[in-house]
């Protein structure tokens, strides 16, 4: 079953806008994860964040974390046209015990327009 | 390259047929898992291995699904009597031991179609 679930579904943007997408998961987790998928292709990690943390910066990334409202945002700054994917959200579950799996949600579909 | 590698990407078959996908994983990583998606929706979680002892299995993995790391390192995920159902994309992941800050990498994954 699909833990979290990703805001907007879809989002559309101009290159050099920001980008904002946001996950809401259900269970106390160790970490979240965020992933992207270009169309047809794997996954390709882009950031993780611990449970005792609010705030991580990677390049034009940022993601926040609110334990106490289960939820978390992916900011992607300055956009371009290849950043153009799908975006995961995907939660490290602290009721797995030895965190054997991760658990995604449904995605958002970002296009940055050129 | 020292990804995650899986074989084959692409593979068409008719329902009933037999299917085998191949993973190797980051060569240090002892921990293997297999996940599918289908079109529009995250990875859902199949099965994992602690080096080739297969640990946990989702009720996803029905008794046509089998899955083997024989030596700890390269796992096979064979489907038996495919049905339609079955056409997603197979993805393999590999991580190193669990830490609260492990990543666990993804492959290219392999597409199935059942026709």
């Known amino acids: 079953s699909q833990q979290g679930e990703e805001d907007p579904q879809a989002l559309s943007i101009q290159e050099g806008e920001n980008a904002t997408m946001n996950c809401s998961y259900k269970t106390s987790i160790n970490n979240l994860q965020w992933y992207r998928q270009n169309s047809g292709r794997g996954l390709v990690h882009l950031i993780l964040i611990r449970s005792n943390e609010r705030e991580k910066h990677s390049g034009r990334l940022r993601v926040t974390l609110d334990t106490s409202k289960k939820s978390s945002s992916l900011l992607i700054t300055a956009s371009r046209a290849a950043d153009t994917a799908s975006y995961f959200c995907?939660?490290?579950?602290?009721?797995?015990?030895?965190?054997?799996?991760?658990?995604f949600g449904s995605g958002t579909q970002l296009t940055v327009l050129p | 390259d020292t990804g995650v590698s899986q074989n084959p990407r692409h593979k068409i078959t008719k329902r009933g047929q037999n299917v085998t996908f191949r993973c190797d994983p980051i060569?240090?990583?002892?921990?293997l898992y297999w996940y599918r998606q289908t079109l529009g929706q995250g990875p859902e979680f199949l099965t994992y291995f602690q080096n080739e002892a297969q640990l946990e299995k989702s009720r996803l993995l029905s008794d046509r699904f089998s899955a083997e790391r024989p030596k700890g390192s390269f796992s096979t995920l064979e489907i038996q009597r495919t049905e339609q159902g079955d056409s997603a994309m197979y993805l393999c992941?590999?991580?190193?031991?669990?830490?609260?800050?492990?990543?666990?990498?993804f492959g290219e994954g392999s597409w199935l179609t059942v026709v």
């Open positions: 995907a939660t490290d579950e602290l009721s797995s015990g030895s965190a054997r799996q991760l658990t």
């Open positions: 060569s240090e990583h002892n921990r």
């Open positions: 992941a590999s991580s190193l031991e669990w830490r609260v800050g492990n990543t666990i990498y």
